[in-house]
């Protein structure tokens, strides 16, 4: 659920891979899937991926499974918080900045200082991080933070989340942001599966106005609101 290309995912798999060492975590794991690469790449790694939605994990341990990676790898449904191994020589962290911060549904803006100083707070000096969170691309305008959390300090741009890395502990190796295409190809896949159930499914379906409105109002916010503002930021960091 990020808008992160299969070749940058690659680059930040080689990243991890040359510089973890044991286990490393992927907090907000989803079904895996760069932790499913990295243990690919990385035979000598172990993977513990959380996430208090265990939704994507029947998923995740299919795929494992058939990579062949599947018992280094291991899935817990739960906070974070509350549930790290006691020994981290890595971590990724995409899109979960709230664990440490406020809800989402608060609107607040995103806390990476918290979550920068609790990724640190995890690994040894020299381990290697991988954070990925939005930013602003661009200055933002009504029409986007309308369909986000309507404040135009939701979000800091790159320069800043640079400096915010630097300030909590981390020496930045690089730094990656998500280009227009690998926005569109993630806003696409997102709706995809309702533009096919509209095709299959005739206007007289029960559940056609509600699918054809969800499909029109992610549209819209897209297009007509974020598209070129929101952006996403990867950064690959050694702990100092």
Known sequence: MSPLSGSRADELVVFLATHARGNVIDVGCGWGALLIRLLKANRCLKGVG????????????????????????????GDAKHNLPTEVGGAICVGATQVWG??????????YPAALAALRSMVPIG??????????????????????????D????????????WKAGFAVVS???????EWDTFESGYTARYAEWLAVNEPSHPEYECILKKTCRQRDAYFRGYRGVLGMAYLCLLAV
């Open 50 to 77: 959380l996430d208090l939605d265990d939704q994507g994990f029947e998923h995740a341990i299919r795929v494992a499974t058939a990579q062949g990676v599947a018992e280094r790898l291991r899935l817990i449904a």
């Open 102 to 111: 406020p809800p989402v549904e608060a609107g607040m803006p995103l806390d």
């Open 127 to 152: 381990a290697p991080v991988v954070y990925g969170e939005g930013i602003w691309s661009t200055k933002p305008t009504e029409a986007a933070v309308a369909v986000l959390s309507g404040r135009l």
């Open 154 to 165: 939701e979000f800091v741009f790159l320069p800043d989340f640079v400096d915010l890395a």
């Open 175 to 181: 730094v990656h942001e998500a280009n227009q295409d």
